[in-house]
């Protein structure tokens, strides 16, 4: 017993008040992501249309007709997968480096301080700087409409959402390289092995629990932002190739995802078709659940290898 | 840490530098060196962030031209921001005569609102419901609460945005705002239950797990020798919590406060949906109506306006805006982290 026994009933009145309303904002919070849930998914079942999710948008005025959201889940899964494939590598590499070198210290500094900012820059923000870049610069990257360079693509989102997500997967894999004692390094040392053998060998076979945590964490964030859909991957709900009808075309294409179809179908993107947009959402607050129980699912698997 | 342990307890022995067997080791790794892996990994991290520092600069430059045309008088207040930005978008070609006049008083009086309003009655929820968690919950509750909070966390703005603007702007346009309370602003603005009061309402939830999730760890960090000494002292358990437990916390209270700011500062979509997208700066004089009366906060101004990025003069001044935005949560970002290190005085790892 780590607690004296206490009733909360001889306790003076404002401590009692207090204790109560602690009670309140624990109970209110479930109360609240329960109604999100359960509000979403009475929508999702009420508007529940399997044929939606198999067939692409098209634009018409008559609701009845204007198709499903084939090409945005595929926009979704695409952005994902992009984002991540930038974002996991880059985020791993700047947490080993930070925590395993991290000389000259002023540079370490310098990075860790960018991370952090970056990890507070509204998405925004972001979107302004990649549309700007993208077409000043890297316009052959992204869609091309007869000569008028857009700076939108999948690439440029992907490229800017990996920004959003690279803080979380840094973070994550900091705290897991962290967490390994100094001792496991030492032995690995002790057998011969080079630091750059230790880390590949020892250091991030320990941190992928961590890693893997971030990256998820990282996806649910690049799942869920709409503002840099909406500037960078364009206001076209089906996805257009973005050249030759290959691969490389569609990366350059633009396209939707859930989040940017669920905008435009809402009243604020004068789609006017809420029953489409509630269905999507229900479609993404799922994808986000599942991310989510991925999450959990690794960041119990981790628990204390090392100190056993 | 690398640096102490066996090596140096072995008994008889020099305590040697713990070092990796890499100096003058040949073969094994091959090509991957040390030195080698260490400048690669360098390399990348300088790469981000050349890109991140070349972000902030070129954010600056762009918003260069708006600010030195409108000096100070940029972030006060006076006219129509609507006219002044559809006079800004169809200014002239020739860079000589781009109009640039602007006072942003609106949107930035709009961010602060919404943001201030939602920081500060999510501190509060949040630092009970973190109280709640680590002292009070029992365990199923626990079980149950910890997903909700990451939930919480994870559902995206555009859903909020979404629930906002189909289910609670309708219902508080019908039900809260009473006819009379319509007509008395009715020749300033047009009160239809999108506003900051259903902004702030729905941007609380929104940033409340950010701050439940730091202050729980902190809390969770606290020595439980301080704790345990309090209440031998005959301390009640809320008391214990308050005077302890809160105390030692309160960098990290202050952290979640501010990176919880820089969030709702870059809220964009959501309050786009359901604060009313009016430039209109409510006025806390009305009373009761302030709550009512639409807003636009700075993000959600820009997010509204990206399209005509490419006019000259109107690009400039949306990233006036963003570099508005941008040194704000820079600055909040950089305090957060700091406010969080301020932990370790205790000996503590928040």
Not at chain 1, 198 to 218: D, H, S, Y
Not at chain 2, 197 to 221: C, E, F, K, Q
Request: net charge neutral.
């Amino acid at each position: 017993m780590t607690k004296p026994i206490d009733s909360v009933s001889s306790w003076p009145l404002r401590d009692r008040v207090a204790f109560y309303a602690a009670w309140a904002a624990g109970i209110a919070l479930i109360v609240i992501a329960g109604a999100i849930v359960v509000y979403m998914a009475f929508r999702g079942a009420q508007y529940f249309d399997f044929g939606l999710l198999l067939e692409s948008p098209s634009s018409s005025l008559n609701q009845a007709q204007s198709g499903g959201f084939k090409d945005p889940i595929i926009g979704t899964a695409l952005l994902l997968v992009m984002s991540t494939a930038i974002a996991a590598p880059l985020g791993v590499v700047i947490a080993v480096w930070l925590t395993e070198y991290g000389r000259p210290t002023g540079l370490a500094r310098a990075v860790e301080s960018a991370v952090e900012v970056v990890a507070g820059t509204p998405s925004i923000v972001l979107a302004m700087f990649g549309l700007i870049l993208f077409q000043e610069w890297f316009g052959f990257l992204t869609f091309d409409a007869e000569g008028a360079v857009l700076g939108r693509s999948f690439i440029a989102a992907a490229s800017m959402m990996s920004l959003i997500a690279l803080p979380l997967v840094v973070g994550a894999t900091r705290e897991a390289l962290n967490s390994i004692p100094g001792h496991v390094r030492e032995a690995s040392y002790a057998l011969g092995k080079t630091k750059a053998a230790t880390i590949r060998r020892v250091l991030l076979p320990a941190a992928r629990p961590g890693i893997g945590t971030g990256t998820a964490l990282g996806m649910g964030r690049v799942a869920g932002d709409t503002a840099i859909v909406v500037v960078l991957l364009g206001a076209t709900l089906q996805i257009q190739n973005g050249a030759d009808g290959s691969v490389f075309g569609l990366f350059r294409g633009t396209g939707s995802t859930l989040t940017s179809y669920v905008y435009y179908n809402s009243p604020a993107g004068e789609g006017l078709a809420p029953e489409k947009a509630y269905f999507a959402a229900f479609v993404l607050l799922l994808v986000v659940i599942v991310l989510n129980f991925v999450v959990t699912r690794i960041a119990r698997g981790k628990e204390e290898l090392w100190t056993r | 840490m690398p640096g102490e342990g066996i090596a140096a307890r072995l008994p008889g022995r020099r305590p040697r530098q713990p070092g990796p067997a890499s100096a003058g080791a040949p073969g094994g790794t091959g090509f991957w060196t040390d030195a080698r892996v260490e400048l690669l990994l360098g390399a990348v991290a300088c790469f981000v962030l050349l890109i991140i520092l070349g972000m902030i600069g070129f954010v600056f430059s762009k918003a260069l031209p708006s600010f030195t045309h409108n000096g100070l008088a940029w972030f006060g207040s006076g006219g129509d921001l609507d006219l002044q930005l559809e006079d800004i978008f169809s200014s002239p070609s020739n860079p000589a005569d781009y109009v640039y006049s602007l006072r942003a008083w609106p949107l930035l009086w709009g961010t602060f609102v919404v943001t201030a309003g939602a920081v500060a009655i999510g501190l509060v929820f949040a630092l009970f419901s973190a109280i709640f968690i680590v002292e009070f919950a029992p365990r199923q509750v626990n079980r149950v609460l910890e997903p909700v909070v990451r939930l919480l966390a994870a559902v995206p703005s555009v859903i909020y945005g979404l629930i906002g603007i189909l289910v609670i702007v309708p219902w508080v346009g019908e039900h809260l705002i009473s006819l009379d309370r319509k007509e008395s602003v009715a020749n300033l603005v047009q009160l239809d239950g999108a506003s900051i009061g259903v902004g702030i309402l729905i941007l609380t939830v929104m940033i409340v797990p950010i701050m439940i999730a730091i202050v729980v760890d902190a809390l969770r960090a606290v020595p439980r020798g301080w704790i345990e000494g309090a209440s031998a002292l005959g301390a009640n358990r809320w008391r214990v919590t308050w005077t302890i437990a809160v105390r030692t916390a309160r960098p990290a209270i202050v952290a979640a406060a501010v990176l919880a700011t820089a969030r709702a500062l870059g809220e964009a979509i959501m309050l786009s949906m359901v604060a009313g997208s009016a430039s209109f700066a409510p006025n806390p004089i009305d009373g009761i109506t302030f709550i009512f009366e639409p807003t636009r906060p700075l993000a959600s101004a820009l997010v509204e306006n990206v399209e005509g990025l490419s006019v000259v003069p109107f690009g400039q001044t949306l990233f006036a805006f963003a570099a508005v935005l941008l040194v704000s949560s820079m600055f909040l970002s950089l305090a957060g982290f700091v406010a969080k290190q301020s932990m370790r005085k205790y000996g503590i790892r928040p």
